[in-house]
């Protein structure tokens, strides 16, 4: 099986950072593309940024030149550093990996997610 562990949310005021890790485990031969997506109370998920096995990355126009998504495929894991924070940016964040544990298996898996919460 395969898992993806978040860390790193909590409260910070606006104008702060965090850094978001994520790690997957279990039974993995490669990862393709990692990201993260938000979920903010009464709306839909949304895409906040992706990164290809190689480094390209993708963003959510909301978070651009704020947000920078990186990765180590050494640890397998993917990273969000948060920065200029704003309270539009509260939302449980989660990140997925589009990963092949066998040679004929590749899933996208989800994170459990974690809590992000900036006050003005």
């Known amino acids: 099986q395969v898992q993806l562990v978040e860390s790193g949310g909590g409260s910070v005021q606006a104008g702060g950072s965090l850094r978001l890790s994520c790690a997957a485990s279990?039974?993995?031969?490669?990862?393709?593309?990692m990201g993260w997506h938000r979920q903010a109370p009464g709306k839909q998920r949304e895409l906040v940024a992706t990164?290809?096995?190689?480094?390209?990355?993708v963003y959510a126009g909301s978070v651009k030149g704020r947000f920078t998504i990186s990765r180590d495929n050494a640890k397998n894991t993917v990273y969000l550093q948060m920065n200029s924070l704003k309270p539009e940016d509260t939302a449980v964040y989660y990140c997925?990996?589009?990963?092949?544990?066998?040679?004929?298996?590749?899933?996208?898996?989800w994170g459990q997610g974690t809590q992000v919460t900036v006050s003005s």
């Open positions: 279990g039974r993995i031969i490669s990862i393709n593309d």
């Open positions: 997925n990996g589009v990963i092949l544990s066998t040679s004929t298996s590749q899933y996208t898996y």
């Open positions: 990164i290809a096995r190689y480094g390209t990355t």
